[in-house]
């Protein structure tokens, strides 16, 4: 039993109150009027006899003429008044006792309810895991510990730029940008120290401060720092009815450490599924290559086998024994090229660096338009103005071949190529079009990823020759891209850095 | 006189639609040829083959197409799919939506005739029975 508690129970025994544990402060207050008015009244029966005593003089009568009996009564008066005083000092101490265990008392619930709240927010930390939610219970906890009337959660969003993601009781605030050394909270961001405002906050002391309706009579505003990281800034504040102390202060400093480790879980759990989601979606591409390899594979092979089969099986005409046998070797290149496709990306996404010079665009285009030519193929070919890129001739001519290719197999004869400058002469873009039916805008984003064909393709094919499009350019200092387009096809885009050695604008 | 049966090949490699013809003819057949799903329909309509040999991997109307709208007439038509398509799940879809048999590319051609012949022979109970319980070793859950 704790010290003080000893004293209460030894006082509360002298003024004789041991009916509880610990008798109440309204218990004591009565047990003093009990006294007082024991004490008044006996006193003044005592009074009455002294005075009866006084004035009979020599015919003092009975009991009173007799000196013992006098003196006797006198020391009895001293007496009671001896005792009277003695239990009020106990009394006087007991409620002071009193007193202090309820101060006492009221700072042990306030720690519980503070501790209550840190486990709230402890919880939410290990078990939530979802950024948006574990903001909202550390402010909705911070505030009903504070019982403040709003406050916010302010999250760095670039190195000097704060942004209100969480916000109550000021609703028009939410999404508010705020840069770092403005603002209470841009103050308390830059300083990276805790801050107690009372009263209305000085223009002077903080920079293009925004005044709120109803006024701030009173706020903190912590920063979330978690191992000297600055996540953001947790402001709470009040209105005239509410004023904060350094108590609270630190309070709100507690939530704030455990509020920035919660928010840096967050965000690293965000981080790992994003990249877990990747991996996910790259390995059901890579289910869907073999898939696809393996029909490739298969097709070209259906042929080659079914027809030595039948050249063994059967007696055939000497025409259909060539056709058969030109179909062996037709089919077998077939299967070739696709070999060297796989190979390809393999090489590209492992050769050494490209060799990039100056290369005249126009040139680039025809040499693809005429090879394409020989295959049969039409190639319309503009160039606006005279366009040179620095880019690699081999891995170009590849890009634009692969292009041109797919524009045939997937959209038809004509195909366009076309080049302009773009971004102040600074790139060149060049352009392959076709009439086909175009992309559908659900394929668009992907498809110049590895592995991905589109769900309407039934052409043969991979799914790598666009990838290998979009490996080479961009390591040739460059990006893809591609459009609808107008009347009907897909446009797909090269855009190359334009070569330094002679930068020519076409007006 | 009895009139040889009917076959319908259907497939978008020109290889293989002559190689099956000249495989199905030296067996006897007579053959129609399609390089798509939309003409496999129509002679399926028009000139009632006995069994129909489908590709799935198609332009215009691929494979499974045929095959849903056949099951949707309640088309009484014999099918061997015949894909490059070699996954399980390509089986059990081809089985579900009606297919009698499922043959892999690269395929043995004699090993195909036969099948084609027994495809041609059995009761219409027997075919169903057989596709049924090819489908639930496939797929026992269903």
Request: net charge negative; with cysteine.
């Amino acid at each position: 039993m704790p010290a003080y508690r000893q004293d209460l129970a030894r006082e509360a025994k002298v003024v004789g109150l041991r009916d509880f544990s610990t008798p109440s402060l309204e218990a004591v207050e009565r047990r003093r009027w009990q006294l007082w008015m024991v004490a008044f009244v006996v006193m003044a029966a005592l009074s009455a006899g002294l005075v009866l005593m006084a004035s009979s003089g020599a015919t003092s009568v009975g009991l009173f003429k007799h000196l013992p009996v006098r003196v006797g009564l006198v020391l009895l008066t001293m007496a009671f008044a001896l005792y009277v005083l003695e239990k009020e000092v106990h009394l006087r101490r007991l409620t002071r006792l009193l007193l202090d265990e309820r101060v006492l008392t009221a700072a042990l619930s306030n720690r519980l309810k503070e501790l209550a709240a840190l486990v709230t927010v402890g919880k939410a930390v290990n078990s939530v895991l979802n950024i948006t939610q574990v903001l909202d219970i550390i402010l909705s906890s911070a505030l009903e510990l504070l019982g403040a009337d709003g406050g916010s959660i302010m999250l760095l969003d670039s190195p000097d730029e704060l942004r209100a993601v969480c916000v109550r009781g000021n609703s028009h605030a939410e999404g508010a940008r705020l840069p770092v050394g403005e603002g209470i909270a841009g103050y308390v961001a830059q300083q990276r120290e805790p801050l107690l405002i009372a009263g209305p906050a000085s223009k002077e002391r903080f920079k293009n401060l925004v005044a709120q309706d109803p006024p701030v009579e009173s706020a903190l505003s912590v920063p979330l720092l978690n191992r000297d990281d600055l996540m953001g800034v947790l402001n709470v504040h009040a209105g005239a009815d509410r004023s904060f102390t350094e108590y609270d202060l630190r309070a709100l400093g507690l939530f704030a450490e455990h509020g920035a480790v919660s928010i840096a879980n967050a965000r690293l759990f965000e981080a790992e599924r994003a990249h877990v989601d990747e991996l996910l979606e790259l390995d059901r591409m890579k289910s869907e290559f073999i898939a696809t390899v393996s029909h490739e594979l298969r097709t070209p092979l259906t042929s080659i086998i079914g027809c030595v089969q039948t050249l063994q099986r059967r007696q055939l005409e000497a025409d259909v024994r060539d056709d058969f046998l030109m179909t062996i070797e037709r089919q077998g290149q077939r299967l070739l090229r696709l070999i060297e496709e796989v190979l390809d990306v393999q090489h590209s996404a492992s050769a050494p660096m490209l060799e990039t010079k100056t290369v005249e665009v126009a040139d680039a285009m025809a040499h693809v338009a005429r090879a394409q030519q020989a295959l049969g193929r039409e190639v319309a070919v503009r160039v606006s103005g005279a366009l040179a890129v620095s880019a690699d001739p081999e891995a170009l001519e590849r890009v634009l071949i692969n292009l041109v290719d797919n524009a045939f197999v997937h959209g038809g004869s004509p195909v366009e190529l076309e080049a302009a400058a773009e971004d102040d002469g600074r790139m060149v873009r060049v352009s392959v079009l076709d009439h086909g039916p175009g992309i559908p805008v659900s394929d668009m984003a992907r498809v110049f990823d590895r592995f991905s064909r589109g769900a309407t393709v039934t052409a043969p094919g991979m799914g790598l020759g666009l990838y290998l499009v979009k490996t080479l350019v961009e390591r040739q200092g460059g990006h893809v891209n591609v459009t609808e387009r107008l009347g009907g096809g897909a446009a797909f885009h090269v855009v190359l850095p334009a070569s330094r050695a002679r930068i020519e604008v076409p007006r | 006189m009895k009139r040889m049966p009917r076959v319908l090949i259907v497939d978008d490699e020109p290889d293989v639609l002559l190689l099956l013809r000249i495989e199905l003819e030296a067996e006897g057949y007579e053959t129609l040829l399609a390089a798509d799903g939309e003409t496999a329909m129509r002679r399926i309509a028009e000139e009632r083959p006995d069994v129909v040999l489908l590709d799935v991997m198609m332009p215009v109307v691929d494979g499974w197409g045929v095959l849903r709208r056949l099951s949707d007439t309640g088309s009484t038509t014999r099918v061997i799919v015949l894909s490059a398509k070699a996954n399980d799940s390509d089986v059990v879809r081809a089985l579900e939506l009606g297919a009698h048999e499922y043959v892999t590319k690269p395929f043995d051609a004699a090993a195909l005739l036969l099948t084609v012949a027994h495809v041609l022979s059995s009761t219409p109970a027997d075919l169903e029975a057989g596709r049924l319980r090819r489908l639930h070793h496939l797929s026992p859950a269903s």
